[in-house]
């Protein structure tokens, strides 16, 4: 009985040390300051890795309104109301909702924490583009929400997997892979997250560091760069370009279109991290889950 009592209050202490206090003033990734004079009981999130993170580390129950490509996990984001998007969003909505805290990101082309904060709302602005700053941002909203046990389990539980993931294709040669984010074709660089989490899974972005972390792609240093996988195209369109017909990845039919919660996994930088390198694995190495 005494040792569940102290263990209990082992606990306790250990809740009571990590809570945020308020006010809390933080620097999102627009350089701007932002304070938070108490603990947001109504949060707006424009951007689905958001969301995620949210409802993975217990702050769930804060969400008043999402964006609308918030889908996951379906049974919260359904019950929940959509306010547009980043580039779209509903402005009259969201200000209608009264949230204490907007959480959206930090594209100059969307300009939506700008618009947000000229309209009297405390805004974040961040997200993350590389596979550290994944953990950082998890951090980040932990802070924000009172939920810091929430991110730190979430953050080991993830890299707990990941590593574990990482471990399954270590040995195994690196394969050249092409990943598309769309036809234009935009790709993705070695330091982005999705570049990190392609060489994690054992292959090897054919994009140069110094395109940057998610670059539009001259078609032809696809073909000389001649991947040995292709992700996220089919193969019917890949045969279809100019070129393309001949490459390894082509011909040898390693050209694979994520099913859609693949996708999903893959551009959001958020929980699902693990469900995304599990899937380029999967198509990478194939033979590492046999």
């Known amino acids: 009985m005494r040792r569940s009592l102290l263990a209990l209050t082992a606990a306790a202490l250990a809740s009571q040390a990590a809570a945020t206090r308020y006010p809390l003033t933080v ?26 993170t949210l409802i993975a580390i217990g702050a769930g129950d804060k969400l008043v309104a999402v964006d609308r490509y918030s889908t996951y996990p379906k049974t919260a984001t359904d019950k929940l109301p959509k306010v547009g998007s980043a580039f779209t969003p509903n402005l009259e ?4 909702l009264k949230p204490d805290l907007v959480l959206a990101d930090e594209s100059a082309g969307s300009r ?3 618009k947000l904060a000229a309209a009297g709302l405390t805004v974040y602005g961040g997200s993350a583009q590389t596979y550290n700053e994944v953990f950082e941002k998890i951090a980040v909203l932990g802070k924000l929400t009172n939920r810091e046990v929430g991110a730190t389990r979430l953050v080991t539980s993830m890299r707990t997997e990941l590593n574990a993931l990482q471990q399954s294709v ?5 394969v050249s892979t092409y990943y598309e984010i769309d036809p234009s074709p935009y ?3 070695p ?6 989490l392609i060489t994690k899974a054992g292959g090897a972005t054919i994009v140069p560091a110094r395109l940057g972390d998610f670059p539009k792609l001259d078609p032809e240093l696809i073909v000389k760069s001649n991947p ?3 992700i996220g195209l089919s193969a019917a369109d890949a045969r279809t370009r100019p070129g393309w017909a001949g490459l390894r990845a082509v011909t040898t039919g390693r050209v694979y279109q994520p099913a859609q919660e693949e996708e999903d996994a893959l551009s959001r930088p958020g929980p699902r991290l693990p469900d995304a390198l599990r899937a380029l694995i999967r198509f990478i190495h194939p033979e590492a889950g046999k």
């Open 228 to 230: 040995q996988v292709m």
């Open 27 to 52: 620097t999102d990734d627009l350089g701007r300051t932002v304070t938070l004079r108490a603990e947001p009981r109504r949060i707006i999130t424009m951007l689905p890795s958001h969301t995620e």
């Open 112 to 114: 939506l924490t700008e």
């Open 93 to 96: 909505a969201i200000l209608a």
């Open 170 to 174: 270590l040995r195994l040669p690196k």
């Open 191 to 196: 330091n982005s997250f999705i570049g990190t």
């Open 187 to 189: 790709s993705v660089g």
